[in-house]
């Protein structure tokens, strides 16, 4: 398996574009969380689905940030308009079942809103 | 809440010295508990995963335990080498499937 695949690696964008971030979680993964990650703050879950039903979203910022998952293979995370405090590391991360199992993470999407 | 919290923040030792990171958090009612390695610039990689019915998990010179009752946690590295630098990230799993991450401790194993 290639494991939690994100994309882009990096992007660059400025103050006001909209931003989507992409993930495909591990076949067989019913469970997928979305998790930002900034020096100040370290890691925060800001959304997670389980069976491509979003569970909890109480960590998303604002408005401005929104996710999907269409199914069972893709998501997206969504910021628009973008801002500089949105500059962070978005990690997504998917597990097999509730609970008893671990999480595999992506190699993350390194966002700069300039 | 769930809280957690990671002692030391960072720590620096010389090649070849045992070491133990420590892990702790508020609320024991917990599903599991999963380290993580984090190095710079790069995601996270999952080294030990302890169920909440176990006591300890060990892969070749990790070992981690979980003392639920008093919500801590140990990673022990035997042996350290220049390729451990990197960051421990302590996660803890409770209810509704969500990871709590601690602050992490940063390593630097030096030759």
């Known amino acids: 398996d290639a494991g939690v695949i994100q994309s882009p690696r990096h992007e660059v964008t400025e103050m006001g574009q909209e931003v989507t971030l992409r993930c495909k979680p591990i076949s067989g993964h019913n469970s997928l969380f979305w998790y930002r990650q900034t020096m100040m703050r370290g890691l925060e879950l800001l959304i997670y689905f389980n069976n491509n039903v979003p569970i909890d979203d109480s960590g998303m910022p604002e408005d401005r940030f929104s996710a999907k998952m269409p199914n069972a293979s893709f998501s997206t995370l969504k910021i628009q308009p973008s801002e500089p405090r949105d500059s962070a590391v978005y990690f997504c991360?998917?597990?097999?079942?509730?609970?008893?199992?671990?999480?595999?993470f992506g190699s993350g999407t390194r966002l700069t809103v300039v | 809440k769930q809280e957690v919290t990671q002692i030391p923040a960072a720590l620096s030792v010389p090649e070849g010295e045992n070491l133990v990171l420590n892990c702790s958090f508020t609320?024991?009612?917990?599903?599991?508990l999963q380290w993580f390695r984090q190095d710079p610039g790069k995601g996270l990689t999952s080294l030990l995963l302890?169920?909440?019915?176990?006591r300890e998990q060990t892969s070749g010179r990790l070992n981690a335990s979980l003392d639920k009752s008093s919500g801590r946690s140990t990673l022990y590295i035997a042996a350290s080498q220049p390729g451990d630098s990197a960051t421990y990230l302590c996660a803890v799993n409770n209810a509704g499937n969500m990871l709590t991450f601690g602050g992490g401790t940063r390593l630097m194993v030096k030759p």
């Open positions: 609320d024991s009612a917990i599903y599991n």
């Open positions: 302890i169920q909440s019915s176990q």
């Open positions: 991360a998917s597990s097999e079942q509730l609970s008893n199992y671990g999480y595999t």
